[in-house]
């Protein structure tokens, strides 16, 4: 079995949380995203004017950036100090962003799926979630960034070169209902498929007149028009609280188990940060059509119910596990945590 989940890590993003924690503070990362992805963006512009010697179409020099792109953000990689398992399942840059020292790690008894069995999840219970981060405002699992540029990128080739967007969601959406979601991750994660749709847009826009971040000079070379910002892409979809997953019945029961066991806690942040506003925008998602969803889906609910669990429960007192939640973005997982240029 080991061997097994090797393999499948090496080409799967892990699960996010964004429940466990919700009210502890997490690491806003954004200026250091952007100016790595600037970064990348302006290594791929000067390989591809390398490359081409400033020569060819747009649409063969559209192609050559996207793949240089990708190839330095997309490739499998490995987070140190995550352990054997829990470091893979990572693209180049999704690795990088957890190597930050801001960036704290949720320890494997503390999230939200853990209750689930070797049996049941081996991916979820042996390699755990990814961290979650705040960037552009919003609190986003670092999976999403690797959706973004890897599957956006895959999204853009089977479209053809954006020629047919329907086919590449439509393709998104199987592979959601299967092996990079229900059937890895028990879940059918609506938040990827935003990450994905915007990563082909990404792809698809690289040299865009009013949206691209480079166009060809007089010379035919490719130069900067605008720097990448993540404020450009990241809303509220990208949380998996606000925009939820659904379940399979295994994990959905899973969850709720650990919702209850830790529902002091959770429903003391619940308090801070729920309510009116975010049960209207919650009944708003799980009713509207999803721009990102083509073909069959699971229906959608809501898989938390923390109306229900937070009722009557003044008198509940925090357990010590509650209690490591809150203190998790103290607490470094890990005795060594790698830099990369």
């Not at 086919?167 to 959601?176: F, K, L």
């Not at 049960?279 to 699971?298: C, F, I, M, Q, Y």
């Not at 229906?299 to 009557?312: F, H, I, K, M, Q």
């Amino acid at each position: 079995m080991l061997g097994a989940l090797v393999l499948a890590s090496a080409a799967l993003a892990w699960e996010t949380d964004q429940i466990s924690g919700r009210g502890a503070p997490v690491a806003d990362v954004t200026a250091l995203a952007d100016a790595r992805l600037q970064e990348v963006i302006d290594q791929a512009l000067r390989a591809v004017n390398q490359q081409t010697g400033c020569s060819g179409s747009d649409d063969e020099v559209h192609a050559r950036l996207a793949r240089e792109i990708h190839d330095r953000v997309g490739r499998p990689d490995f987070v140190q100090g995550r352990g054997i398992l829990r470091g893979r399942g990572y693209n180049a840059y999704g690795a990088w962003v957890e190597e930050l020292e801001a960036v704290d790690w949720l320890p494997p008894a503390d999230h939200l799926y853990a209750d689930l069995s070797l049996w049941q999840a081996p991916l979820l219970r042996s390699a755990g979630v990814c961290s979650t981060i705040r960037l552009a405002g919003q609190r986003v699992g670092v999976d999403k960034l690797d959706h973004f540029l890897g599957m956006g990128f895959f999204y853009w080739k089977h479209s053809a070169r954006g020629a047919d967007p329907e086919a590449a969601i439509a393709w998104g959406t199987r592979t959601e209902r299967s092996v990079y979601g229900m059937s890895t991750s028990l879940a059918f994660s609506f938040a990827d498929l935003a990450a994905n749709l915007d990563g082909y847009r990404f792809y698809a826009g690289l040299l865009d007149a009013d949206v691209g971040l480079a166009r060809r000079g007089a010379d035919g070379c490719l130069e900067p028009v605008r720097p990448f910002a993540w404020a450009d892409w990241i809303d509220w979809r990208y949380d998996e609280v606000l925009n939820p997953p659904v379940y399979t019945p295994t994990a959905a029961r899973a969850v709720q188990r650990r919702l209850l066991q830790e529902r002091a806690q959770v429903c003391a942040d619940y308090a801070e940060w729920g309510g009116p506003a975010y049960r209207a925008h919650l009944e708003r998602v799980l009713s509207a059509p999803d721009p990102a969803v083509r073909g069959e889906a699971p229906t959608r609910v809501d898989p938390y119910g923390l109306d229900a669990l937070c009722a009557g429960t003044g008198d509940t007192g925090p357990s010590a596990r509650s209690s490591s939640l809150r203190r998790r973005a103290q607490v470094r997982v890990g005795s060594t945590r790698s830099s990369r240029s």
